[in-house]
């Protein structure tokens, strides 16, 4: 009964793609707490406080029956006020709120063009829509426009929708944001724009990439809130009207138990601290500055410029050798494969936190150049 799950493992084994739950161990160069908010006392007293005064660590039931908790309310309203926007949605996963956008917005008669590069939770949604759907090539812009142009002429008379990573998750590259609002705008269409990996750490104040675009109808953002800000959830910002249509037509927003009320609390802080303290934004960019100079000097890659550093080995199972050296010398690194990243793209991925100082980065470093050199087949 069970042989045919068995061969598809084997099958991954042999691939060197066969994966595993492992603890935490070592120094941080895997998680996504960019800004080291996650076992701040700042952040753990603000949920006790939220605790000892009555707020439940469950909601009890989905948002529309008993699950809305003032905590959410209070939360969806601050975080509106700090993004500029007019609504904002907390879904208890940035996997649920993209399944819940791309399932529900986008009508049977429009058009989703999205990024090549895009998240698996964007994908999942996008397969769930009623719209057409098309992958263009990785930050191309002229392709996006391409795709608008020819659905146009084949006789698309609904909405484009433009659907893109402001950073990526696994290249550590920005999207043309400007060229793709403009060209949103030009062809009287939808912006959406993952924020996952940039709230937080870019834009003013940290309000993300999308930041500049504040005031637009036509761009919806979704803030992530277990990265930088170092709690769980995402924020879905969109116009008042679309939030209306979510609560009412979203299933994953309407069959869901409410997010934890604690969390909600605990997210209001994180975004509090992010305005407070620029100062970690601020050490965060010298530490990744510093990561690309090694890379650069030591090992003649090119940096990223973000906190999302790929180092692309290409083989399945070298990457896998090379990141159990890195990992038997004390750091959390890991092999990222296929299909999460594309076929012959196997990589480290360096992700740079405040968890981390430069001495670390520079031992690292050293043992990354040792390790590449000794598994150089």
């Known amino acids: ?45 603000a949920i006790m406080a939220a605790m000892e005064s009555g707020v439940p660590a469950g909601a009890g039931g989905s948002r ?78 002229n392709a996006f426009d391409e795709a608008i142009r020819n659905w146009r002429g084949n006789g698309g008379r609904g909405r484009p929708w433009i659907a893109i990573e402001s950073l990526y998750s696994m290249d550590g590259d920005r999207a043309p944001l400007a060229a793709l609002a403009d060209m949103a705008d030009h062809h009287q269409g939808f912006l959406v724009v993952d924020e996952a990996h940039a709230t937080g750490v870019f834009g003013a104040g940290g309000r993300g990439l999308t930041a500049v675009l504040e005031g637009r109808d036509n761009v919806l953002a979704l803030h992530t809130c277990g990265k930088a800000l170092g709690v769980c959830g995402a924020l879905l910002a969109v116009p008042r009207l679309l939030g209306d249509y979510l609560v009412n037509r979203a299933r994953a927003f309407i ?14 802080e994180a975004l509090r601290m992010v305005d407070d303290e620029p100062e970690r934004r601020d050490a965060l960019e010298r530490l990744v500055a510093f990561v690309g100079d090694g890379l650069k000097s030591r090992l003649g890659m090119e940096p990223s410029g973000s ?69 150089r087949r």
């Open 64 to 141: 529309l029956l008993r699950g809305n908790h003032p905590e959410h309310e209070a939360l969806e309203a601050e975080a509106a006020e700090f993004f500029g926007v007019e609504r904002v949605l907390y879904f208890g996963s940035g996997y649920a709120a993209n399944s819940a956008l791309f399932s529900t917005l986008p009508r049977h008669q429009d058009l989703i063009v999205h990024d090549a590069l895009i998240h698996a939770s964007a994908r999942e949604g996008i397969a769930a829509s009623k719209a057409t759907a098309v992958s263009v090539g990785h930050n191309d812009a």
């Open 255 to 268: 069959y869901s138990t409410a997010p934890s009320p604690l969390m909600a609390a605990g997210v209001r």
């Open 307 to 375: 906190q999302i550093q790929p180092v692309v080995i290409g083989d399945n199972a070298r990457a896998v050798r090379i990141a159990e050296t890195l990992q038997a010398e004390g750091f959390d690194i890991r092999a990222i494969r296929p299909p999460t990243v594309p076929e012959g793209t196997a990589r480290l991925r360096l992700s740079i936190t405040l968890n981390v100082i430069p001495q670390q980065v520079a031992s690292m470093l050293d043992c990354l150049s040792a390790a590449m050199e000794d598994h």
């Open 1 to 45: 009964m069970l042989s045919d799950y068995a061969a598809t493992l084997e099958g991954l084994r042999r691939k060197a793609r066969l994966r595993s739950l492992v603890p935490q161990h070592g120094i941080d160069f895997t998680s996504n707490d960019f800004l080291a908010l996650a076992g701040t006392p700042r952040l753990k007293a």
